[in-house]
């Protein structure tokens, strides 16, 4: 069964999340939680990241899909204790919206490039640089970890519901 993805305003996603102990890495329970995280985001077709607070569980991991990050990439990439290393000084507002805030979309000032230092589900460290979209879910998953959601920042804020399936 597929986890179901929390929604606002639950009060895990408000929670400053922690981060998962080195002795977790490779254990079983970090791989369901991953599994359910990827799962997850795989029901999701709109679905381009997804943070661990969205599924329930208030660690500090969040999962990229392979659709985010180009043609050459076939996994969804784990990034587990993030932070944030750099930011671009440009910004743009971009359009936003949010898994667990459904349908509802705004406008939100994002760096254009920013660099992530995180740990992979094996516990192996590793620097990723991003820009454009990717950048964009760098600074939202961030936030997530830290119980700050895109409506919060957002301007213009409108709800958007799917067209009705026919």
């Not at 999340?17 to 080195?22: L, R």
């Not at 204790?81 to 971009?94: D, F, Q």
């Amino acid at each position: 069964m597929t986890p179901t993805i929390v929604q606002d305003p639950s009060p895990v996603l408000r929670a400053t999340a922690s981060p998962v102990p080195t002795s977790d890495f490779g254990s079983a329970q970090l791989a369901s939680i991953l599994a359910d995280m990827k799962a997850a985001l795989a029901a999701e077709d709109d679905g381009v990241a997804i943070a661990a607070p969205q599924i329930g569980v208030s660690l500090q991991i969040f999962i990229v899909a392979a659709k985010a990050l180009g043609k050459r990439q076939k996994e969804d990439i784990v990034f587990i204790n993030p932070k944030i290393t750099r930011l671009g000084r440009k910004r743009e507002v971009l359009s936003e919206g949010c898994l667990s805030v459904r349908w509802k979309y705004g406008m939100v000032k994002r760096a254009l490039t920013a660099s992530v230092r995180a740990y992979n589900e094996k516990g192996n460290e590793f620097v990723m640089k991003g820009e454009g979209l990717l950048a964009q879910i760098f600074q939202h998953e961030t936030d997530h970890l830290r119980g700050i959601l895109f409506i919060d920042k957002a301007t213009d804020i409108e709800d958007l519901p799917p067209p009705k399936k026919k």
